[in-house]
């Protein structure tokens, strides 16, 4: 008992210190706590030990290093990429995020359209905003820090709210204006479409040239880039065919499918666009037509794709005339019905007439190899997404140089 209240007038003494007393002590508590400090701290973890008021090391340069590349490295770009959401954008953020850039989202659609690209870099370099493609002001907001813009906006079909020349046109504009009164924008990079045309039979691409056009006049050193028909996982072509396969038991071939193009795989379309990023402004100003290496007929790719799903090829061959007739409806009734119509997917009359037409690379245009980049062929890895679609599993209908392949590689017991 008389221990414990020798405490407690130990504990009221110091509660009733002289000014002059307190002062010292405080003196001495702030002289101290450098040295106080547990040794070899540094970083994240020595910042949070160190008192706010501790004198800045002089000649320590700057806090937060470049690093020497990925996801946790400062590479200088803060880019507001828009449409991200969609199939290209993904593959964008990607390549933009491992090499450690910010990279700011905007999105209209609900909280859950970007989710997945959250994990594409490092804590707090993806960044999300809500924003409306026709509130000036969220457009400014979204592009307010960065020093990059790429616009990836692009429709391939028409709704009731949004037309081909609105989406492909007058919102690349905008960007492209604002991005220009920003003052602090270095590079903007449009993402238009092969073959864009203003004689081109699809309004769509008629769109994307009028959008070029008016981009480069708000924005002269734009980066324009003209990817071909995209091929990858999400991608809007042979996923559908396959799939239209499968449920109908046949494809449709539009004027026999002898139509030619140069679909390209879709990482490769990101790797272009980011070089242009690397570059020393090089590619400001230019337009580049981003084709795969190999020139395929409809009915080429259709092959392919039959093949790696291991069904038997089916088709009915339309002429044109026949299949526009029957994709019309949707486009004649598309403003006069109250309710929306489905997205079409085999039948769009855009898509069909733009197939009326080959759609190559020109002869001296700027392409791939200016980049620095080689582009995949599509046989292979691009497709093998494909084997979703197989009946009974991906292992279905193996062939028999497959099943070597795999017995070589099965343990033995």
């Known amino acids: 008992m008389q221990a414990a209240a020798a405490v407690r007038r130990h504990l009221l003494d110091q509660h009733h210190l002289s000014p002059a007393s307190s002062a010292a002590i405080a003196a ?39 690093g020497t590349g990925g996801r946790s ?4 770009i803060v880019a507001t990429v828009f449409g991200a959401t969609g199939f290209l954008g993904r593959y964008v953020v990607q390549q933009l995020a ?4 910010q990279v700011l989202v905007p999105f209209r659609g609900c909280e859950d359209s970007h989710r997945h690209l959250k994990l594409m870099g490092d804590l707090g370099q993806i960044v999300p905003m809500n924003y409306n493609p026709r509130d000036v002001n969220s457009i400014k907001t979204a592009v307010a820090k960065s020093n990059v813009v ?13 037309g081909f020349e609105e989406v492909n046109h007058q919102m690349a504009e905008q960007l492209a204006m604002i991005s220009k009164e920003h003052g602090g924008i270095v590079r903007f990079i449009q993402v238009s479409a092969l073959g864009a045309s203003a ?14 056009e008016s981009v480069l006049k ?27 396969a499968k449920n109908w038991g046949f494809l449709p071939l539009f004027g026999g499918g002898s139509t030619k193009f140069q679909p390209v795989y879709v990482v490769d379309v990101a790797a272009a666009i980011v070089n242009s990023l690397k570059d020393d402004g090089t590619s400001m100003g230019k337009t580049y ?8 007929t409809v009915h080429d790719l259709a092959e392919m794709m039959y093949e790696t799903i291991r069904e038997y090829p089916r088709y009915v061959n339309l002429p044109f005339p026949i299949a526009k007739a029957m994709a019309s409806p949707r486009e004649m ?21 733009a197939l009326s037409v080959d759609n190559l690379v020109s002869e001296n245009a700027l392409t791939f190899a200016d980049l620095e980049i080689k582009p995949h062929k599509l046989k292979g890895y691009p497709t093998e997404f494909l084997v979703c679609y197989r009946k009974g599993g991906p292992s279905f209908g193996s062939t028999v140089s497959e099943k070597m392949g795999s017995e070589d590689v099965a343990p033995r017991f």
């Open 28 to 66: 001495f508590r702030s002289a101290a706590q450098p040295a106080l400090a547990p040794q070899g701290l540094g970083g994240a973890d020595g910042a949070r030990y160190m008192s706010a008021r501790a004198p800045a090391v002089k000649g320590a340069g700057h806090l937060v290093r470049k």
């Open 289 to 296: 037509e981003l084709g795969g290496p190999d020139v395929y």
């Open 199 to 212: 004689s081109s039979p699809s309004r769509l691409l008629r769109a994307k040239a009028a959008g070029e």
């Open 333 to 353: 009734l598309l403003n006069k019905v109250p309710f929306p119509l489905p997205t079409p997917s085999i039948f769009n009359l855009d898509q069909i007439k």
């Open 98 to 101: 491992k090499m450690g850039s």
């Open 73 to 76: 490295s400062v590479s200088g």
């Open 218 to 244: 708000e924005f002269p050193e734009a980066t324009i880039m003209r990817p071909a028909t995209l091929i990858g996982t999400e991608d809007r072509i042979l996923n559908r065919w396959a799939m239209y």
């Open 150 to 162: 790429i616009n990836l906006i692009g429709r391939e079909y028409e709704t009731r709210n949004y």
